[in-house]
């Protein structure tokens, strides 16, 4: 029996290569038209939109001898877009036709209650309860999703496509597909290789099973599922390592205070009893990379965010021990990953021309998820604001997403405080102020201050508010923002639940609330507040101060949903 894997061309298929090898298992790559022939198992992995999976199979010759392969009745796994391509067109680009095994087109979420895409963890409820059909699924367990188009459960307007359903999940009071199965055909919308170890069962119990022989099993009669009053979507933990090189060249974890990664001393001279603070000492070094993003996985986070801090050795494609550092961490970890630092249009030293999707490409190919942009977000945002709004296609955010969808867009924000007089300010940001509560810090009582955006590591200030920026960074294809905070970040104060609603209020995307926090009570404060969809650290991780499962159990002891 051979096991193949089908890469079209656009998307992380790396993280299904390495789950498939840590099971123990051989495959091979899906090279040409001819290699269908020799698949007697296949498995099409990845994410992206819709258009460009359909558009990429075609240019390479490839869609039809899927179709081909489908029908001829040899076991198939979509995962992702390998499951929306079986469908007959999605409302993404309707012009664009699926397979069509599905009669149905996958539709976009709502998103007037709920943040979209749909990004995180959630639970799988089988169709039939019957182990022997379940391929791995459990309703115990939770999932990793990340899509903003969905096919509905619809048994009762659309019945021929809910024989199909496998599984359902509930986003919001939204019920859809999130397995299905038909005769040889089995496909998950969430990502099995990224879902720890929940996820490596179902993708070791379909293999198992294709090895050993499918025995088509009747579909059980297919009833309404209403949506229930609280759906099965969790909060994540994100623990975040920003990854720069010491001053001997090394790849390292390091955490600033407020943005300062060096070490600090206190000197003192002999004429003088007055001491002060040196910070000019060596770089922070909290550990090495792959090694502590394994202990972060292994000690249960929801995700994990490798943010490159120092310049390029020569461009993001050149920067060879990044790119081996994303490599070995996602060889180690079954948990979504995101990479950020460079994510941009850049000139190799000798006048080559890199694109931010190439530079994107080249970290999806090593096992990235999702690509984080910072200062390149604040200077795109910019120029449309001066055209009017006005989108010329042009920024990284729009290219990247084109190609890999929106979810695997990070758009990440470092604003720091602007205080003015609350008494006399007529400003431009006069409606994003935001007031000292009488329960605040002393030097926060009686003060008004806005959010301004920052460039370069929080160095340069730039004319633009958070939430401009941040609304910007959504209408220019933005998935997701991580929200940073220059004030807080490394005081252990907490995160800054004025900053987060301000932009919670303000964009309809997943927010990442980060910078400050210091106790584990911190994070339930933020999620019971501010609503926010997850909450990021490092420092306190990185230094053991509080441990990933201290934060889940008391966010579960107050009635917070977590994995």
Not at 147 to 157: G, L, N, Q, V
Request: charged content about 20%; aromatic content about 8%; overall charge negative.
């Amino acid at each position: 029996m051979a096991l193949f894997l089908l890469d079209h061309g656009a998307g992380n298929v790396q993280s299904l290569a390495n789950s498939i090898r840590k099971l123990g298992y051989d495959f091979s790559w899906i090279s040409s038209p001819d290699d269908f022939h020799k698949a007697s198992i296949l498995v099409f992995p990845g994410q992206g939109a819709f258009h460009t999976a359909i558009e990429c199979l075609t240019e390479r010759g490839l869609l039809d001898p899927l179709y081909d392969y489908i029908q001829s009745g040899k076991p198939y796994f979509g995962i992702c877009i390998g499951m929306q391509v079986l469908f007959a067109s999605s409302a993404e680009s309707p012009s664009t036709l699926g397979l069509g095994l599905i009669p149905c087109q996958m539709e976009r979420f709502d998103d007037t209650t709920k943040p979209v895409p749909h990004m995180g963890w959630n639970t799988a409820e089988p169709i039939d309860p019957d182990a022997l059909s379940s391929e791995g699924v459990s309703s115990s367990d939770h999932y990793y999703f990340v899509h903003s188009y969905r096919a509905k459960y619809d048994p009762e307007r659309n019945p021929e496509a809910a024989m199909w359903a496998h599984s359902t999940t509930q986003y919001g009071q939204e019920v859809f597909m999130s397995t299905v199965r038909k005769g040889n055909v089995f496909g998950a919308q969430f990502h099995p290789e990224k879902s720890s170890v929940a996820g490596l069962t179902v993708i070791d119990a379909w293999i198992k099973q294709s090895l050993a022989g499918r025995t088509p099993a009747e579909p059980s009669p297919r009833i309404p599922r209403l949506p229930k009053p609280q759906h099965g979507f969790t909060r994540r933990i994100i623990a975040c390592m920003d990854v720069r090189a010491n001053d001997e060249g090394d790849l390292i974890v390091t955490k600033g205070d407020q943005y300062d990664v060096r070490e600090k001393s206190l000197t003192s001279t002999p004429l003088s009893s007055t001491t002060a603070v040196k910070t000019a000492g060596a770089v922070r070094n909290l550990g090495k990379p792959v090694a502590l993003a394994a202990r972060y996985f292994e000690s249960g986070a929801d995700e994990l965010c490798l943010l490159n801090i120092t310049s390029f050795r020569h461009s993001p494609l050149q920067d060879q021990p990044m790119l081996a550092v994303v490599r070995a961490a996602a060889e180690r970890v079954f948990v979504p990953l995101t990479i950020g630092g460079g994510i941009k249009d850049t000139v190799d030293p000798d006048g080559t021309k890199r694109s931010a999707v190439e530079v994107a490409g080249a970290y999806f190919r090593v096992g990235a998820d999702k690509v984080s942009i910072g200062s390149e977000a604040v200077y795109a945002v910019e120029k449309v604001r001066a055209a009017d709004g006005r989108l010329d296609g042009s920024s990284a955010i729009e290219t990247i997403s084109k190609v890999y969808g929106s979810q695997a867009v990070v758009v990440s924000i470092d604003p720091k405080r602007v205080y003015v007089d609350p008494a006399t300010y007529d400003g431009p940001y006069k409606d994003e102020l935001v007031h000292g509560r009488l329960d605040a810090p002393e030097n926060e009582r009686g003060k008004a201050w806005w959010y301004q955006c920052t460039v370069s590591g929080g160095r340069e200030t730039r004319p633009v508010s958070v939430v401009q920026l941040a609304q910007g960074a959504q209408t220019l294809g933005a998935g997701e923002i991580l929200l940073n905070s220059i004030d807080r970040d490394g005081t252990g104060l907490g995160f800054d639940h004025d900053l987060i609603g301000l932009v919670k209020r303000a964009v309809t995307i997943p927010v990442v609330a980060s910078s400050g926090a210091g106790t584990k009570e911190h994070f339930v404060s933020v999620f019971n507040e501010t609503g926010v969809e997850a909450a990021l650290a490092a420092g306190i991780f990185h230094r053991e101060e509080v441990g990933i499962q201290e934060v889940k159990l008391a966010s579960r002891q107050a009635g917070i949903d977590i994995r």
